[in-house]
T-cell receptor, first 113, second 111 residues
Framework: NAGVTQTPKFQVLKTGQSMTLQCAQD?????MSWYRQDPGMGLRLIHY???????DQGEVPNGYNVSRSTTEDFPLRLLSAAPSQTSVYFC????????????FGPGTRLTVL | DAKTTQPTSMDCAEGRAANLPCNHS???????VYWYRQIHSQGPQYIIH???NNETNEMASLIITEDRKSSTLILPHATLRDTAVYYC????????????FGTGTRLTVIP
């Protein structure tokens, strides 16, 4: 299993540009989520999904959109990039229900100029 | 989900036990204690979790006080590869997906 994969690893955008961060998992996990991590801070939840077709907002959802058309994929869209969105983005997945661990991807480092 | 308090940083000699404390005085009866770590800039890695009883796995041991207001993660024989930021998180097991990370403890293992 590849686990949780994220692309790209690095990205530089100009203010106002849009882009999609890709996340995929091959573990048939129901739950997927996106976090951002700013320097010296812990991770903050952006959006999450408990299954295909179901998404919800996390702690810091503004400026981001998500969709979940398949179990495997959970893309994160930046509608109009702002310098405040410069961060490292992590995608995670886990099985639904019960006490179980989250598996994290390697992250995407995004810089918005 | 309850908030946690951890020391900002700790050092540990290689080969010795690393004991990382966590206070969660407002924890509710149905909230679990989770520990994750983040090595350099990688994605966080699950270590262990528990509700009331002490837990042990191949990576670490988790000691939870009887009143559940604090816990300690123990790495029995720390190695240089254990240098990382360690996060203590409490969450309701029925919650959708929310891990609320604080700033964690930066553990440095010294040769």
């Amino acid at each position: 299993n590849a686990g949780v994969t994220q692309t790209p690893k690095f990205q530089v955008l100009k203010t106002g540009q849009s882009m999609t961060l890709q996340c995929a998992q091959d573990m048939n996990h129901e739950y997927m989520s996106w976090y951002r991590q700013d320097p010296g801070m812990g991770l903050r939840l952006i959006h999450y999904s408990v299954g295909a077709g179901i998404t919800d907002q996390g702690e810091v959802p503004n400026g981001y959109n998500v969709s979940r058309s398949t179990t495997e994929d959970f893309p994160l869209r930046l509608l109009s990039a702002a310098p405040s969105q410069t961060s490292v983005y992590f995608c995670a997945s886990r099985t639904g229900g019960g006490d179980n661990e989250q598996f994290f991807g390697p992250g995407t480092r995004l810089t918005v100029l | 989900d309850a908030k946690t308090t951890q020391p900002t940083s700790m050092d540990c000699a290689e080969g010795r036990a690393a004991n990382l404390p966590c206070n969660h005085s407002t924890i509710s009866g149905n909230e679990y204690v989770y520990w994750y770590r983040q090595i350099h800039s990688q994605g966080p890695q699950y270590i262990i979790h528990g509700l009331k009883n002490n837990e042990t796995n191949e990576m670490a041991s988790l000691i939870i006080t009887e009143d559940r207001k604090s816990s300690t993660l123990i790495l029995p024989h720390a190695t240089l590869r254990d240098t990382a930021v360690y996060y203590c998180i409490v969450r309701v097991e029925s919650g959708a997906n929310n891990l609320f990370f604080g700033t964690g403890t930066r553990l440095t293992v010294i040769p």
